[in-house]
């Protein structure tokens, strides 16, 4: 894994032993940043299940203001520090370890980008949780975008009264959903 565009362009980042990771593979996270365009630049990210922090340490490379990332892992948690400090972007993160939707409390006021990337055998119900919570707490700002990252198996699809579905773009057993609150006209 590493760092593909930047200022970080090229940084390795690791992961902490022992825990299994599904790795954003280049190919899809250069698609994904490619389709946001200049929204990353100066924005507040959320990176939610953020694992080693892949999708929150691009955004920071490619001129994101800051990144809170939520993991509920320790060691985990650990490695994005480690990351972050490796591709020289730690003083504009934060990483906490919290299980969620109870994380979400972490979160510090708005944001225009929330990456959700759960592991792809999760229960439904904690991701009801996690959407409706975003959603009740109004973390995304008006035209800001939710990436969600899932099985393209995965029976799981927000509440479409809550959410606008923005584009979908598949990626072999992977694929990305990307919401806006419908509030305002999306950046995409």
Known sequence: MRVIAGSARGTRLYGAKGYRIRPVLDRVKESLFSALGDTVEGARVLDLFAGVGSLGIEALSRGASHVDFIEQHRATVGSISDNLDRACLGEKADAYVARLPRGLARASGRYSLIFIDPPF?????????????????????????????????????????????????????SVVSIFSTGEQESRI
């Open 121 to 173: 055998r999760i229960d439904r119900r904690l991701l009801e949780s996690v959407f409706s919570s975003i959603k009740a707490k109004g973390l995304l700002d008006e035209g800001g975008l939710l990436l969600y990252r899932h099985s393209r198996y995965s029976r799981y699809e927000p509440d479409q009264g809550e959410w606008q579905l923005e584009e979908r773009r598949e990626y072999g057993d």
